[in-house]
């Protein structure tokens, strides 16, 4: 079966930069959800969408944006890149909101030097 | 502050033994998850519950809505168990779909 995809899965970026995450979810699934999990951390939930529009919002800082496109994949969009954001970043997928089993990807690694 | 408080945070048992981790939260919940992380990261969900009780294989989730508590129970455990257990909590409230997670019980099942 399909599982949700996210590319990069690695990523290396220096301060400053500006890095894009992408996140591919299962077929027909409405809904995305980014999380970021740090070295040691449970993950934190940063945004999600559901129908392309945003539906609930986290502690996504203001230098992240996100957005679904017309075939509802997602991307996060993040600037200013500073050594704190080097983390784990999830993209889950269900089939509308709350009531329905998130299906994780497996990750993008992000290492900020 | 809504929490998500698991307990315990580290268990090392032998292959063959019956396993509990516990989870409990501190407002109303639309659902409850139970997710698990292998060491390379990955995060697979392993359950989601509103009421009740459910099971998949050797693995058993309860949940008691009224004493905010949940259990996952692990029977006949093998090596191949052992990973990062999460709990994981969607909050009641319009649009609160984003999962709120407990730190996770690390679970190490010796041969």
């Known amino acids: 079966a399909a599982g949700v995809i996210q590319s990069p899965r690695h990523l290396i970026k220096e301060k400053r930069e500006t890095a894009t995450l992408k996140c591919y979810p299962i077929?027909?699934?409405?809904?995305v959800y980014w999380y970021q999990q740090g070295p040691g951390q449970d993950p934190q939930f940063l945004i999600s969408?559901?129908?392309?529009?945003?539906?609930d919002k986290g502690s996504i800082p203001d230098r992240f944006s996100a957005q679904q496109f017309s075939d509802y994949h997602s991307e996060l969009n993040m600037s200013s890149l500073e050594l704190g954001d080097s983390a784990l970043y999830f993209c889950?997928?269900?089939?509308?909101?709350?009531?329905?089993?998130?299906?994780f990807g497996p990750g993008t690694r992000l290492l900020v030097l | 502050k809504n929490e998500v408080e698991q307990s315990p945070q580290n268990l090392t048992a032998q292959e063959g033994e019956f396993i509990t981790i516990n989870c409990s939260y501190s407002?109303?919940?639309?659902?409850l998850h139970w997710l698990q992380q292998h060491p390379g990261g990955g995060i697979v969900s392993l359950f989601m519950?509103?009421?009740g009780k459910k099971k998949h294989g050797r693995l058993i989730a309860t949940i008691n809505i009224q004493e905010k508590h949940s259990s996952l129970h692990i029977t006949a455990s093998h090596p191949r168990d052992s990973a990062v257990y999460i709990c994981?909590?969607?909050?009641?409230?319009?649009?609160?779909?984003?999962?709120?997670f407990g730190k996770g019980t690390h679970l190490i099942i010796q041969p």
């Open positions: 889950a997928s269900s089939y509308r909101t709350v009531q329905e089993t998130q299906y």
């Open positions: 077929p027909r699934h409405d809904t």
């Open positions: 969408f559901y129908e392309k529009m945003q539906s």
């Open positions: 407002v109303g919940i639309s659902a």
């Open positions: 519950l509103s009421s």
């Open positions: 994981a909590v969607n909050y009641s409230g319009g649009g609160a779909d984003g999962l709120t």
